[in-house]
Nanobody, 127 residues
Framework: QVQLVESGGGLVQAGGSLKLSCAASGRTFRGYAMAWFRQAPGKEREFVAH??????????SYSDSAKGRFTISRDNTKNEGYLEMNSLKFEDTAVYYC??????????????????WGQGTQVTVSS
């Protein structure tokens, strides 16, 4: 199990940028896949992006809404993951959650892949 703490959320104008961080502690973070999900008021939690290491290569995937605007990354030396968000839109407003998975998964967009979750950080985009 790893403990995850998100930071970096806040209020930003539409078109602006934010970089979220996810600090991991507990077990070694290196072997875990990591993802970002988000949940807007009244909506289900949805996948944003994931990153995992397999056979010497990092693999990433993004939701359609995040593709081209958001970038997921990680620094295993710091036990941290990141989500850089550019060209933010009002509809990106949500609580953003970091998640970690111990095992490989066939579809990283599924919440069931992930064993550990952070408490979330609020991102509010003003129009």
């Amino acid at each position: 199990q790893v403990q995850l703490v998100e930071s970096g959320g806040g209020l930003v104008q539409a078109g602006g940028s934010l970089k979220l961080s996810c600090a991991a502690s507990g077990r070694t973070f290196r072997g875990y896949a990591m993802a970002w999900f988000r949940q807007a008021p009244g909506k289900e939690r949805e996948f944003v992006a994931h990153i995992n290491w397999s056979m010497g290569t990092y693999y990433t995937s993004y939701s359609d809404s995040a593709k081209g605007r958001f970038t997921i990354s990680r620094d295993n030396t710091k036990n941290e993951g990141y989500l850089e968000m550019n060209s933010l839109k009002f509809e990106d407003t949500a609580v953003y959650y970091c998640a970690a998975a111990q095992s490989l998964c066939s579809d990283w967009s599924h919440r069931s892949c992930y064993d550990d979750w952070g408490q979330g950080t609020q991102v509010t985009v003003s129009s």
